[in-house]
């Protein structure tokens, strides 16, 4: 029997049912959580930290969650531990209890070796996730087997296979299997096409959870609530008062340590085409019939396919000098480390309004924003145009804040205005309130099967298709960067390009976050 007859006639007894509960994580059965390339990067770094964190606010019970780290490297359990640990809190200054909740969830934590392309890894790792199943319920496969893939994606077809074939949920008493995967989703449309194909052959959409962290983020969770819980908003948010509407993302140190990776996808591909376009889509969506996830997910995707195609003297690309001097990288390389788009959405709310979309590396500071710029006052009686227009900021990072600047009376006897601020500073207003790290809320929502804030199959062909053309002609060397200091705004044709789009920048104004 062929390999796609097995999948027709096996994949009805996989059933993915959604936790009804979401106060309590798990009805039944045990949680087995698979960080595969656990000894990587980000395994270290973001998904364990994730998971401990969960763990510390009571959302992983110790009896009924286990972990477990596969990776080619050949390490003991301890060994990963180890590796992990200095990650999840630093010593100095934890408190005992913090302490003592790193050494419990680390001994939830086992480690199987194996490779990614052969059976027998997977085997064994199946053969120990069956064991502590039978550990903690009595009963063989009732459970719930969520697999992280902290792997590059050319990987990506090969483990799913061996996950379908070797590791799956054996029961249909109410179990489920799941299937976390990291961006980037291919490197382009036809690319990312063929990734979707080979993983939506072995699993079913609803098993699948592509992952974009921006998604996560606190701020840019409010958006859904902002737009659609105020009354005032609701008038204001369209082309009759907005003029334009710009999504920023700025870092202030280049490519250190990894730039022979960010070479061969660019800031397009690495920032744009995902982070940035996932929250255009929830700034310019309708507002969905409900907040299940299937309707917020049909709304970002019109939003998507009423994009036109971008021209070429709506973009800007960067390069920031000493870029290429990165002995990973190549010394003609022609990859972007900046650069500027502007969307335009042909439908009758946006028809008109652009969407500036900029990322880039080794600028003056470090930030990400979304900037709403409204339209000028008409009969101005204050000749106060020049202060600026008004503005809706979302700053996502670092300093969560909201902030409308909006022009008032300066105090005092004469009748002169100022631009001032109304301000939700987070760090003011939310105080010994910790906001989650966005790992944290994707995959307590992948527990609890809500793919609200996943990308689904059509939302990333969309994308792609947005993109893709500008994608190759950058990688036919038709666009060039423009070279640009370390350290300063990007290249001055960024600015010119934001002008010509209708952006006014306010000068005189700094929005400086408010201390306790």
Known sequence: MGSGSWHMEKRHSFKNEPVKDVEH???????????????????????????????????????????????????????????????????????????????KFLQLIKYVSGSYDTEEGFRLLDKEISETEVLRNGVDGLSRRLFYLALPPSVYPSVCRMIRHCCMNKTDLGGWTRIVVEKPFGKDLESAEQLSTQIGELFEESQIYRIDHYLGKE?????????????????????????NVQIVFREDFGTEGR?????????????????????LCLVAMEKPISLKPEHIRDEKVKVLQSVLPIEDDEVVLGQYDGYRDDPTVPDHSNTP????????IHNERWEGVPFILKAGKALNSRKAEIRVQFKDVPGDIFKCKKQGRNEFV?????????????TVKQPGLEMSTVQSELDLSYGQRYQGVTIPEAYERL?????????????RRDELKAAWEIFTPLLHRIDNGDLKPLPYKPGSRGPAEADALLEKAGYVQTHGYIWIPPTL
């Open 25 to 103: 994580v798990l009805e039944n059965g045990s949680l087995s959580i698979v960080v595969l390339g656990a000894s990587g990067d980000l395994a270290k770094k973001k998904t364990f930290p994730a998971l401990f964190n969960l763990f510390q606010q009571g959302f992983l019970q110790p009896n009924e969650v286990h972990i477990f780290g596969y990776a080619r490297t050949k390490i003991s359990d301890d060994e990963l531990r180890n590796r992990i640990r200095g990650y999840l809190v630093r010593d100095k200054g934890a408190s005992p209890k913090d302490l003592e909740d790193v050494t």
């Open 219 to 243: 701020l840019v969770q409010n958006l859904l609530v902002l737009r659609f819980a105020n009354r005032f908003f609701l008038p204001l948010w369209n082309r009759d008062n907005i003029e």
């Open 259 to 279: 730039g022979g990776y960010f070479d061969e996808y660019g800031i397009i591909r690495d920032i744009i085409q995902n982070h940035l376009l996932q929250v």
């Open 337 to 344: 480390t900046f650069s500027t788009v502007v969307l335009r």
């Open 394 to 406: 979302i700053r996502l990072q670092p300093s969560e804040a909201m902030y409308m600047k909006l």
């Open 443 to 455: 995959i307590l929502d992948t527990i609890r099967g809500d793919q609200q804030h996943f990308v």
